[in-house]
C-alpha cells in the first residue's frame, strides 16, 4: 500500500490522515525487520472488550496483508470483569466478530491463550453473583480459530486450552501454556483458579518440550507471568513449577511472553526473556505501570494513534528479539548473549540508539507499591544492588545475581541487555 492508500483506510475508518500516514511507518518498519528475521508474529492482550476502542483487528488485518506478518497471538482476557452472562457472550462475539473474523479474511493464522477472565464475569463490584463458562467451551473458543485446527493439544484432557504448533522452516516451536487450568467449584464469578496442574505440566514437559527438536528453539506464550519483576510475589509462587520447568530449557527458549498486568515489562532470569505486554484495552494503568522504562506514554484517546496498543516480535537469526510497537510507546530490542561481568569488575556497553540514558535494575527483585489513584494498579520500584551503571555506559558489578541494563533513547526507543555478575 503506498501511503495514499494508508491515508485512504484511514478516512474509510473515520480517522485522521495522519494515522495513515503512522500505519504507514510501521509496516515499513516491520517489513524491514522481518525480512531479516528468524520469524515474525503479531502479539496482542487483554482487550477486555467492550473496554476497548475497537481497532486493533481492523488495523492488524491491514498490516498483516502489508507485511506477510500473518501470525497472530493473543495473550488473553477477552471480556471484562463486570457484567452478566450475556454481557461476556457478547465480549467473546464481538471479538470474533471484531478481531478473529477480518484477521482470518487477510490471510492471518490466529492463536489463543487463555486468561484468568477467559471466560469468567462478576455482575458489580459488589455483586456476590456472575458467570463462569465451563472448562469445556473456554477452551472450544481458545481453539476454535481456523490455525488452531492444526496445532498438537492434549487429547486425553476435554478441557485443554494449552497445545504448541511448529513453524518447521524456522525450526521453531510456539508453546501456549494455560495459567488458569482449572474452575473453582465455590464460586460463580472469576471462579477460574491460577496454576498449572499436573496433568497439563507432564504433558508439556513430555510433548511440548521432551520432543522439542534437537537445535529447535521455543517461544512460550500464556497470559499469566510466572516469575517476579515481570509478575507480582504471588504468581511467582504459584507458578514455581513452571518456572522450574522453563528453566530446565533455557538453552532453548528465546522468548516467554504474556499479558495480564497490563504494563510493559521485562527481565532476563536464567538466560531466558520473560515479558507482559500492554493491554489493548483502552485502559490507562498501563502508563504508571511501565515507569520508568516506558516513559511519556499516552492515554488511548479514540481517533488517534494511541488508540489501541499491541506489537509486532521479530525473533532474530542472530541474538536479538525485536518489537515494533503500534501504539503508546516505542520499539524495543532484547538482545540474548548474557554479558558477564565480575564483583569488583567494570564492562562499557555500546548501543544503536546514539545518545541515551544508561539505567540498570536486578533481573529477579522489585518492590511493588500500591497507586493512590486506582485499585487495581500497583507501582513497581526498581533496584539496583547486583550492579550499577554511569552515565557513559560503564556498568560495574556488585554482587553476584542477574541484571538488565537499558538504553533508553529520548523518543523511547531502548535496547535491553542481559548481565550476569559473578564471582
Known sequence: MSL????????????????????????????????????????????????????????????????????VVCGGDIPEAFGGRASVERSMAEFRTLWIDPIEAAGGRFYLAKGNHDFTIRESMKSQNGFTVDGRAAAAYILGTSAAKGVTKNDADPECAYYYFDETKARLRYVVIDTTDSISSTRKFWAVESGVHPRQLDWLREKAFGTLPKGWSAVVVHHIPVTGVVGNDGDEKTFANVRELL??????????????????????????????????????????????????????NKGTVYENTFDAVVVGKDARIDFVRVGGGADRTLLRGVVQVKVGETHRFATALGAVKWGCYDADRVTFKPDPDNRWTRLLEYHADVATISAQGVLAGRKPGESVVVALAPDGRKELFPVAVIK
Open 4 to 71: 495514499a492508500d494508508w491515508r485512504a483506510f484511514a478516512a474509510e475508518e473515520g480517522l485522521p490522515a495522519y494515522y495513515g500516514d503512522y500505519l504507514a511507518g510501521v509496516a515499513q518498519r516491520v517489513r524491514e525487520r522481518a525480512a531479516k528475521g528468524r520469524d515474525a508474529f503479531w502479539f496482542i492482550t487483554d482487550p477486555h472488550v467492550p473496554s476497548n476502542r475497537k481497532m486493533s483487528g481492523r488495523v492488524m488485518a491491514k498490516l498483516i496483508a502489508e507485511t506477510g506478518v500473518r501470525k
Open 247 to 300: 528453566n530446565a530449557h533455557a538453552d532453548q527458549i528465546l522468548l516467554d511472553i504474556t499479558g495480564h498486568q497490563h504494563r510493559e515489562c521485562q527481565t532476563c532470569q536464567h538466560g531466558i526473556w520473560h515479558v507482559t505486554e500492554p493491554c489493548d484495552a483502552a485502559y490507562g494503568d498501563y502508563i504508571k505501570g511501565g515507569l520508568p522504562w516506558c516513559p511519556n506514554l499516552p492515554w488511548k
